[in-house]
């Protein structure tokens, strides 16, 4: 944020949950560059040695950390799970098909992109992929009612939904209920270890809906290479 709306939030956080601190708003509570002094910080006496009192983070979308560490750490696992290894490089690179996919749909800067997934490699890939292609993340979440899910897709505007084979049922309940033109299904065991992928249970698919698209979340993937 910058330093006059960083000194407007700070003035909010602090009346609202910590009167006692309104120190933000004080003269001299910024030093150079907008930065509060420490005094004004008590926690940071807590702080273990070698921990920064600061961090600068440059202004760039999230999706520039992501590229930024697949070129330095392309071998290295940005995800793990159940014994399946993803690493920065191959994350950024699905990401960024995944954006050219979403641009291929004509998804414009702004255009809110539901997401109904749990906790799964599947969520990050959509996420920075539709960062990519300018996109809106609107997360769903998988705990919600029909009618609750119908009613955030509403409120949204939501132009496609992304969800995994776990939850497809639920999705095109959704879709049916709110006519998103567009609903892309991640395969679980896609982000498994070869030996492995037989042990996941792939959810109910069923019918599709009229009038609408459907797609497999890895095929769009695989053709935009």
Do not use: C
């Not at 509570?29 to 070698?50: H, T």
């Not at 399946?84 to 954006?99: D, E, F, K, P």
């Not at 069923?206 to 053709?223: C, F, K």
């Amino acid at each position: 944020l910058l330093p006059n709306r960083q000194r407007k939030y700070d003035y909010i956080i602090a009346t609202r949950r910590a009167p006692r601190w309104v120190y933000f708003n004080q003269p001299g509570a910024y030093g150079r560059g907008g930065r509060r002094r420490m005094v004004d910080r008590p926690w940071l006496r807590s702080y273990d040695p070698g921990v920064p009192h600061h961090i600068d983070i440059p202004e760039v979308g999230l999706p520039a950390f992501l590229e930024a560490s697949a070129r330095r750490w392309p071998r290295r696992a940005s995800l793990i799970w159940r014994g399946g290894r993803m690493t920065y490089q191959r994350l950024n690179r699905l990401s960024s098909q995944l954006a050219a996919g979403l641009l291929e749909l004509g998804i414009e800067v702004g255009d809110p992109i539901a997401v109904l997934m749990p906790n799964l490699p599947a969520f990050v890939l959509s996420f920075y992929g539709i960062l990519k292609a300018g996109g809106a993340v609107a997360a769903l979440n998988p705990l919600y009612t029909l009618p609750e899910l119908v009613r955030q897709v509403r409120l949204v505007g939501a132009r496609a939904l992304l969800t995994t084979s776990g939850l497809e049922a639920r999705a095109r309940a959704v879709q049916a209920e709110t006519q998103i033109p567009t609903l892309w299904v991640s395969r679980e065991a896609a982000y498994l270890p070869v030996d492995r992928r037989g042990t996941i249970r792939v959810g109910a698919g069923g019918g599709g809906t009229p009038g609408v698209h459907s797609q497999e979340l890895e095929a769009v993937i695989e053709s935009h290479p």
